[in-house]
């Protein structure tokens, strides 16, 4: 469309955030503002599945029943105004917002010298059924953009194996039955890796709630002789 028109259009429909409704003023779907009210994860969490806790170093949960993760680096808490961000981008189909949440994950893993020898980005998988519907995966739009920033390489390592039953009313150990077997790897592709593998690998996803995915992810990962998986996530659920 040529500028004259898109000015003409944002005349007369002038563009407003996604979020909060305000009148945007240069920015792409989502202002800044909104942006800037993002509450980003304190020091004070799990050093594992990067839960917010209140005193020590590992949460209890990691403590009694340790992931198959590493551990996992998050932006922020899904709380609003972050979490309508993400379901925005999620599901209503908006690649605009993509660029800019990707460098969010970037941002996070900048500071972590401890996966700096990790070559190989990988995403968790949906179903063809699940991909057909939405028309894109939104987990693996962010392991691709992420890769081209950080100079990595974004591989699909895993697949989705059948249909998970919703988890919103299970319990969290009703979570870790309900994705189990679910994920598979892809034998082909690891064998094509060598030793590009041997940092292990970044596992990226959206949202983690009780992590439940990740970890099915990982464990099906490390059973394939992978050393180290790091999940990394735009925001994880208090």
């Known amino acids: 469309m040529p500028n004259i028109l898109i000015d003409f259009v944002d005349f007369i429909f002038p563009p407003y955030c996604a979020i909060c409704g305000d009148r945007l003023g240069g920015e792409t779907m989502v202002c800044n503002k909104c942006f800037g009210e993002i509450h980003f994860l304190s020091r004070r969490r799990c050093r594992i599945c990067g839960k917010t806790i209140k005193s020590g170093n590992i949460c209890k949960n990691c403590r009694e029943n340790p992931p198959d993760f590493d551990f996992v680096i998050g932006c922020g808490n899904y709380v609003y105004p972050f979490s309508n961000i993400i379901k925005f981008y999620k599901y209503n189909n908006r690649p605009s917002l993509l660029k800019r949440l990707a460098r969010m994950l970037y941002s996070v893993y900048l500071v972590r010298g401890d996966v700096k020898r990790i070559k190989i980005v990988t995403w968790v998988p949906m179903r063809g059924v699940e991909l057909r519907t939405r028309g894109y995966n939104q987990s693996r739009l962010l392991a691709d953009e992420f890769a081209t920033i950080a100079s990595l390489r974004s591989v699909p390592l895993l697949k989705k194996v059948r249909s998970i039953p919703s988890q919103t009313k299970l319990s969290d150990k009703e979570r870790l039955t309900n994705v189990r077997d679910a994920y598979k790897v892809d034998q082909k592709v690891i064998d094509r890796l ?45």
Not at 207 to 232: D, F, M, P, Y
């Open 194 to 238: 060598n030793n590009d593998l041997d940092g292990g690998i970044i596992v990226i996803d959206d949202v983690i709630t009780t992590a439940s995915t990740l970890n099915e992810c990982a464990r099906a990962l490390k059973e394939r002789g992978i050393s180290r998986v790091i999940g990394l996530v735009l925001a994880i659920s208090p």
